[in-house]
């Protein structure tokens, strides 16, 4: 693994990226803003004696520098004030950008960490389809429905590769893929060994059936965010490559400059398509996140 990094990072950003996995990950809260404002939380969370840091990028969001006792055991925790939830995470449904009424379909919703955030910017309004395909994974979405107050959303156990028997088309969609989770390695260090090219060689052969069938179900002009916990070029850029090549009428949305790298155009000796470099890469040793990728598609 080692190796392929040095292949497409260079030695001396393997090094760096090897180093940073190494650092503890700062813990960081969305305030959820269907039930509190910003201020009220911070205001709550300060007098319990939590040290509260906004993150200046990403709205509503707060590092948290002190912690007296488990975050996920507060009373505001419990009432759904707030999500625990990584930046690089939090950032899926901003770039998204859903509307009170538009339809979004989140593909891979459980546990519900971007579904929530979702729900959280369409205002509780228009429609909201969580699929995931897990059954044990569905009650912990529906919990955290539940704890967030969320009313505009609909849980489906099915695989997302069968979404067009719904017969719906969507606005926005946001396919946060199943992946090796190669990019986790900072949150949880086991994944240093559990990672192989053939797990993600298999990983890439279900991203790019779901993303196809994720662009097939957008309206024209919808948008459908690409994304993985992984930074391997095989999950990311050499997936959405791939599935474009073989499709008329969609291009990749510029988003590049606004919160990470941008996205690779050439890897392993392999040209890519240019726009490519307008989706987005944060690293654990440049952004101090988990690592992180990012691709928005427009149907034209
Ligand atoms: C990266 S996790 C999703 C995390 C979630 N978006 C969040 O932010 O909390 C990927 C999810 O995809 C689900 N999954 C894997 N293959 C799927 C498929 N073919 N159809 C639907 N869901 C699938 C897994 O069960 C897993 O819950």
């Not at 919990?143 to 719904?166: E, F, K, P, T």
Request: aromatic share 8%.
């Amino acid at each position: 693994m080692i190796e392929r990094y040095i292949q497409f990072l260079g030695l001396d950003e393997t090094i760096n990226y090897l180093k940073a996995n190494e650092l503890p990950l700062t813990p960081s809260i969305r305030t959820n803003t269907l039930k509190i404002s910003t201020s009220e939380l911070r205001k709550r969370l300060e007098n319990k004696g939590f040290e509260l840091e906004p993150i200046e990028w990403i709205p509503h969001a707060f590092n948290v520098l002190k912690t007296p006792y488990n975050l996920g055991s507060s009373h505001e925790f419990l009432q759904g004030y707030y999500y625990l939830q990584n930046v690089a995470s939090m950032l899926s449904a901003i770039i998204l950008d859903p509307k009170p009424n538009d339809t979004v379909i989140d593909m891979c919703a459980a546990p519900g960490s971007k579904s929530t955030h979702l729900a959280q910017l369409m205002e509780n309004e228009g429609t909201l389809i969580l699929i995931d395909r897990n059954k044990n994974r569905i009650p912990a979405l529906e919990i955290n429905l539940r704890r967030m107050g969320i009313i505009n959303s609909i849980v489906l156990n099915m695989d997302a590769v069968n979404v067009s028997n719904l017969h719906i088309k969507a606005d926005k969609i946001l396919l946060d893929a199943p992946c090796t989770g190669e990019g986790l390695i900072r949150q949880d260090p086991d994944r240093k060994k559990s990672k192989n090219i053939r797990y993600i060689e298999k990983m890439a052969l279900i991203q790019k059936k779901l993303l196809k069938t994720g662009l097939n179900t957008l309206k024209t002009r919808g948008n459908l965010l690409y994304c993985t916990c992984s930074i391997a070029p095989e999950e990311n850029e050499l997936v959405v490559n791939d599935t474009l090549k073989s499709l008329d009428n969609f291009s990749i949305v510029d988003i590049s400059n606004k919160y990470g790298l941008k996205g690779l155009t050439e890897v392993f000796g392999i040209n890519l398509i240019e726009d490519l470099k307008f989706s987005q890469r944060l690293y654990p040793h440049i952004h101090d996140t988990i690592g992180f990728y990012y691709c928005l598609i427009t149907k034209l």
